[in-house]
């Protein structure tokens, strides 16, 4: 699947995240800001990557502004993102 | 058991990830009302993953768009994998919404190797066509579980004040009441939508627990723990129940027919009202205490 267009998904609440991308010609940029960036910053990263390749996304500039959500949130508002960018599931 | 049926948004991270710690009996993922058109897509796929990857000590009920939006077969495509208890269909006016629902329920399930009729429909009673079709609409699929009564809309609908009170609601609530009976299903009385009325949430929920509601809605986790409780069997109730039962057969070994407790004739729907209490009281592990045996 391809990113075609900039996309959100999200919001700044507590315990959510937003979710942006947009299309990119060499690879994957993932950048995170998070409440809890020292703690799971990584792991908010490779969940990121997880879902993106799990839609076959292999190139994307995307950002994560996390306000303490949980896996299952992040995992959400990164695939909504995904679809909403143009591509198809 | 339901007694409580509490409302989520189905957009609210912040209200899903506490779904399982607010003690309702049921909590209903709302994919419609409480989610603008601009967010459908992202709710369902939260509340898809809120199924999926949380652990919810409760009945997981989903409430899909309405039949006559373009939402719904999207919300079915993607909650109908984490098996949902109930989907909860808002605005049935007629038993062929249900049908429509439920023959693509079907071919959503043979598609993609679920068990066929498993997930439960509860249609959403909130207009006028909806009252006066309740009992077709709750004979109309084996798939149908319950009727819930949304007083919202159908106060609107009806062109009447929603008031506390409720009197403009008597006549549908006592429709629905009879209806799902007649047709052996379950029903569910309209959220009582004053958050801060401690007093008035009681009453309301008296008042259908004695027309005979099954359990009441919510859309505050504040008011679960007064619906559980006035849902629930009080001891004296449960104490009663026991004696009937014990009458009863006390009265078969005599070979009487017919017998009497604290002046009040036993008979069948006396015993069938008991048999349920007992089945509910040891459900929620309510024992028969020292004194009432």
Sequence with gaps: ?89 | MRRSLLFLPGNNPNMLINAGYLGSDAVIFDLEDAVSPAEKDAARILVRNTMKYMELDCEKIVRINSVDTSFWQADLDTILPQCPDLILLPKVGLASDVLTVASYMEEVERKLGLEVGKVGIMPLIETALGVENAFSIASSSPRVKALFLGAEDLTADIQCKRTKEGREIEYARTRLVVAARAAGVDVYDTPFTDVNDDEGIVVDAQLAKSLGFTGKASISPRHVEVINDVFSPTLAEIEYAYDAIEAIETAKKQGKGAISLRGKMIDAPIVARAERTIAMAKALGMERSEDCE
Excluded: H
């Excluded at chain 1, 995170?32 to 908010?44: L, N, T």
């Excluded at chain 1, 190139?59 to 995904?82: H, K, Q, S, Y």
């Design chain 1, 1 to 89: 699947m391809k990113i075609i267009r900039q996309a959100s998904a999200g919001t700044m609440e507590s315990s959510d995240v937003y979710v942006e991308i947009e299309p990119a010609a060499n690879g994957l940029s993932v950048r995170i800001e998070s409440v809890v960036e020292k703690q799971f910053g990584e792991k908010i990263e490779s969940t990121v990557r997880e879902v993106l390749a799990d839609n076959g996304i292999d190139n994307a500039e995307v950002r994560v502004f996390d306000r303490g959500a949980l896996e299952c949130v992040l995992r959400a508002r990164v695939e909504t993102a995904v679809l909403r960018s143009g591509g198809e599931a």
